[in-house]
């Protein structure tokens, strides 16, 4: 493809800086902008000569791009897009940049899902990485397999399989249902396009811009209509919203995972290795360290997805094996004095009951206290309030950061008790975390941003008590 001057409105953000770094990657010349750069995605960007300009100002349209690639965080009266209006300048939403410039001709396999899409989509790389495919990816984390979210695939990959013609490359990519843009409010997903799609779970969330879960449920059915009839369709047997989605029209052949489905995985042992079957025949077992059965539904995922890109069942167990996890995914950032501090993304309670159990399965009758900062949109709206409690309720202790937040977080967390504390200023929370924390204690923190330094400020300050 032709090399072109991209600006990137919003670059900073995980999706629209994977976007920078493939557009790179191809040959183009990237700049872009957003309203904080700061680490660590401008130390990214900076490292590959990319140059992101704090503030949409309007002048920026005297850089003359070529294309101005708008992420889906610009809205209307944003001063440089406003400019771009006015004056007519060529722009795109991220997602149809990234369909038409990289995705169109490979053979795409698309994670969706309300939970468990970033480990999913690592370990599908990772599995087909493994392979010797060297897939391209885009993903909303950062693998530690591979050190970075994003990348182009490989042009030629090994014995690619027969799909009607040679494919020029696997892509995996993390396909979100947040809308795209302010001029396009489909998912993000509808523009991809897969070949192979996984459907991991399907519940209510981002409630600032759907009104309910049929809202949800209709943008999933139109990435079910968009998978070929050569394709597959991997989902998750025990999700009731999913098979809503799949009996309101499917045009591809599905593969279920999960308990009574054709992928199933066996009982985790001591230590989190689990046994793999496909249609009741043994495939191995996975021998690894990640706890809980989200994990084993993952892989179970992963596997069926790389499977039908020619990758066997005993080779993507192989890769599992191998597999590191993916950054501020149950990440152990430090022990100190017998006490260890985790980072977790974990921002809805479904993901923040399954964190704690996983935890729970390691750690058995230790202490555990969970740290919540209630940041992702659908959160501060206070639609989750009726579930967080209970979702909550395998920690010793929690503690609620609530700055910001329009609900009373005392209230919603009052069944919980003495167990829980809220606090709304962050030094004073992380004083009272200090004092109470005792060896053998694992503290989860919970947060989808940066909760204010609070995992390495905690690290500090055990160190020094």
């Known amino acids: 493809m032709a090399s072109m001057h991209i600006h990137i409105l919003g670059i900073c953000g995980t999706f629209m800086g994977g976007i920078a770094a493939i557009a790179h990657s191809a040959g183009h010349r990237v700049t872009g902008c957003d309203a904080n750069v700061y680490p660590p995605m401008s130390t990214q960007l900076a490292a590959l000569g990319i140059d992101a300009i704090e503030g949409y100002t309007a002048d920026q349209t005297r850089l003359a791009a070529d294309m101005y690639v708008i992420g889906n965080v610009v809205t209307r009266g944003n001063p440089l897009m406003e400019e771009i209006l006015d004056r007519g300048l060529p722009y795109i939403s991220g997602p149809q940049w990234l369909a038409e410039r990289v995705l169109h001709g490979k053979w795409v396999l698309a994670v969706a899902g309300t939970h468990g899409k970033t480990t999913t989509s690592s370990m599908l790389a990772w599995i087909l990485e493994h392979a010797g495919l060297e897939p391209g990816f885009l993903i909303g984390g950062v693998p530690e397999n591979f050190g970075i979210s994003a990348r182009l695939p490989a042009t030629s990959p090994a014995s690619p399989p027969d799909v009607g013609g040679e494919m020029p490359g696997f892509f995996v990519i993390e396909a979100d249902e947040y809308d795209t843009a302010f001029f396009d409010k489909r998912s993000k997903f509808v523009h991809y396009r897969p070949r192979t799609v996984v459907l991991n779970n399907l519940e209510f969330d981002h409630a600032d811009i759907f009104p309910d879960l049929a809202a949800i449920e209709t943008q999933f059915h139109h990435l079910v209509r968009t998978v070929p009839g050569s394709g597959l369709i991997v989902s998750n047997a025990g999700d009731a919203n999913l098979e809503r989605v799949l009996k309101r029209g ?40 990640l706890m809980g059965l989200h994990n084993r539904l993952n892989a179970l995922a992963a596997i069926a997805a790389a499977r039908h890109a020619g990758v066997p069942p005993a080779l993507a167990i192989d890769a599992l094996a191998r597999f590191k996890n993916v950054k501020r995914r149950m990440e152990v950032r430090g022990t100190v004095k017998g006490i260890t501090v985790y980072d977790d993304f974990a921002h809805h309670p479904t993901a923040i009951q399954t964190t704690l159990a996983g935890l729970r399965a390691r750690v058995n009758g230790a202490r555990i206290i969970a740290v919540l900062e209630p940041r992702s949109n659908t959160m501060k709206l206070g639609v989750m309030n009726g579930q967080l409690p209970s979702s909550l309720s395998g920690a010793d202790r929690v503690y609620c950061y609530s700055a910001g937040l329009a609900w009373d977080a005392g209230a919603v967390l009052a069944p919980l008790g003495a167990r829980a504390s809220v606090c709304a200023d962050l030094d004073r929370l992380l004083r009272e975390l200090t004092a109470e924390l005792r060896a053998g204690d694992h503290v989860l923190i919970m947060s989808n941003g940066g909760f204010g330094g609070i995992h390495q400020k905690l690290l500090t300050a055990l160190a020094a008590r």
């Open 250 to 289: 499917c045009w591809t052949p599905v593969e279920r995972f999960g308990k009574h489905a054709e992928w199933q995985a066996g009982d985790a042992g001591a230590s989190g290795a689990f046994d793999v079957a496909w249609r009741g025949a043994a495939q191995g077992r996975v021998m690894w360290e």
